[in-house]
């Protein structure tokens, strides 16, 4: 399944068209947030199990009843409701490597009135950014994937990984390696606490590995990404 990319608290954004930049803060009650501030007010964004960009529109998840909501326009600019749906399309359907192109956007010209979605008490372990609703699809695979321009992911050390200019594998805003060994990256992937990229050229997996040094790293090659647990 393409152009889809889930997130949890604590773990990984992604960016619509527009800019706007969606996170599940899990040191606010695991509140759904777009640029920093929660999706809808009085508290209507907390307790959100997942949040899912899918054929350019967003979906929050229960973390408690694992209930899926569409995020939908007020008819105001900024102003949002999550509309209750059986399930993102097609989400229960993905091998769980979950993938943002480049240039999605969300859908904001959806109706109005309808009924906004409040997330109930559940219990969620914010370590790592996983939540204990294991009916979500990342938490079933423990598994994030990026592409050029759309999405990052935090792995358990804090290190932000996102792919930048040229197409640069970069952590917390830097090249991974340098003289260019991380440009060209068509892939960037999060699995089981490991880092893998992929060469966008020769379709080439590797794994990021120390080189012993605190803040060197290197790229070994490697047959496939292993299965995710």
């Known amino acids: 399944m393409s152009d889809v990319i889930t997130?949890?608290?604590?773990?990984?954004?992604?960016?619509?068209?527009?800019?706007?930049?969606?996170?599940?803060n899990a040191s606010d009650n695991d509140t759904a947030e777009i640029n920093g501030q929660p999706v809808t007010p009085d508290g209507e964004s907390t307790k959100t199990g997942a949040l899912q960009l899918n054929n350019d529109s967003v979906y929050g998840q229960d973390q408690t009843t694992g209930q899926w909501?569409?995020?939908?326009?007020k008819g105001t600019p900024g102003l949002y409701e999550w509309q209750p749906v059986s399930a993102p399309p097609?989400?229960?359907?993905?091998?769980?490597?979950?993938?943002?192109?480049?240039g999605n956007s969300m859908t904001t010209a959806l109706g109005n009135d309808q009924i906004a979605m409040v997330f109930v008490a559940g219990s969620n372990d914010a370590t790592g950014g996983s939540s204990s609703n294991t009916s979500s699809p990342q938490a079933a695979s423990g598994t994030l994937t990026i592409q050029p321009g759309g999405?990052?992911?935090?792995?358990?050390?804090?290190?932000?990984?996102?792919?930048?200019?040229n197409d640069t594998a970069d952590i917390n805003g830097q090249p991974i390696t340098p003289n260019?060994?991380?440009?060209?990256?068509?892939?960037?992937?999060?699995?089981?606490?490991?880092?893998?990229?992929?060469?966008?050229?020769?379709?080439?997996?590797?794994?990021l590995a120390s080189k012993g040094a605190p803040g060197l790293w290197e790229w070994q090659p490697v047959a496939a990404v292993p299965a995710s647990n």
């Open 7 to 24: 997130i949890q608290p604590g773990s990984g954004s992604f960016t619509d068209a527009s800019g706007n930049v969606f996170t599940i």
């Open 69 to 73: 909501y569409l995020l939908a326009s």
């Open 90 to 102: 097609d989400s229960t359907s993905s091998s769980g490597n979950f993938v943002l192109s480049a």
């Open 151 to 165: 999405g990052s992911f935090t792995d358990p050390s804090g290190n932000i990984f996102m792919i930048g200019g």
């Open 180 to 207: 260019g060994e991380s440009s060209h990256t068509g892939v960037l992937e999060l699995s089981n606490g490991s880092v893998y990229g992929q060469d966008a050229n020769t379709g080439q997996w590797y794994q």
